[in-house]
């Protein structure tokens, strides 16, 4: 399960990412705490961290299941696609919001197989 | 634990529905990125997702954590209670904000039972 | 991991302090489900919550890789790091969002070395 880790951990590191950009856009653009709304620009990169928050929170337990009851490697494999994923929509998303559908679609695809292959796996381990 | 893992990966499942539901809202009620705030029928659907990330975010450690010190069954138990409280809560928010209260409770008691008690239990095992 | 695992449910237990004080603003100022905006003192209550919730997503993998590959007491020691910052941040933050920086800091940098050391401790293993 190393590489399992290392691959969540790289995540979280492009995650990070999003965040001190977010958190740059802040000071940039002038928009003080507590507001997120109002400030399109800054709210493309508020809405690029959210959403991948949004998918972190099926990608980390959909990695382990799929890693402990699938296979480490496959999960690993996905984890990466995840990431490309994210990249791609994280870039897009900024330049036009109407670009980050391919993104999208990518991290959806890996976390659905993530997700639904661990819980047949779990499942297959339990019965 | 293959059993609290299921469970998990169910509660994801739920999860993911309640997220394609709110991006199918954003689409049929024209709400385009990266706008999240100005139409109350879409911010029911929103919230309705984000409230269940910041259950989740007690909901996934506490039953690991329980599960593994104090008893996976009763921890898988806990399991199905969030789920069909997280179900009566996404129903009823979309209806009318005002009935989200007793699906509300029943995610806050079975993580707050999940997360002492998986403290509890992973203390008793410390010391 | 015993001892890694109770300071994760201890900082759970700080969330859930937030999540609740945030849920006890919305009754108090009166700001009515779904709204989330326009109401600044909510919103500080509001953003103390999400913003742990950002937060957690790199602290609670990354106790638990840096508590797998390199040391558990070490992992422990950042985690009373990153509960006093969170507590720090969510008092100054509802005085005055200006004053949210030093226990920002004080989580962000937590974490870093949480994530990093974890990241490193895993590769290290695999290789």
């Known amino acids: 399960m190393e590489l399992v880790h290392v691959v969540i951990g790289l995540a979280l590191v ?22 997120t709304v109002g400030n399109p620009e800054f709210e493309r990169y508020f809405r690029v961290q959210y959403n ?3 998918q972190l929170v099926i990608f980390i ?3 382990l299941l799929f890693g402990a009851y ?13 990431i490309v994923g994210r990249f791609l929509y994280g870039r897009g998303y900024v330049i036009d919001p109407s670009k980050r559908g391919p993104g999208f679609l990518l991290t959806l695809l890996a976390n659905g197989v993530l997700l639904l ?9 339990w019965l």
Chains 1, 2, 3 share one sequence.
């Open 117 to 125: 292959g661990g819980i047949g796996g779990a499942l297959f381990a």
């Open 52 to 54: 991948t928050i949004e």
């Open 14 to 35: 492009e995650y990070l990412y999003f965040l001190m950009r977010c958190g740059a856009a802040r000071g940039r653009l002038d928009v003080a705490a507590p507001t």
């Open 61 to 63: 337990p959909g990695m």
């Open 70 to 82: 699938v296979s480490p490697a496959v999960a690993a494999g996905l984890g990466v696609v995840f």
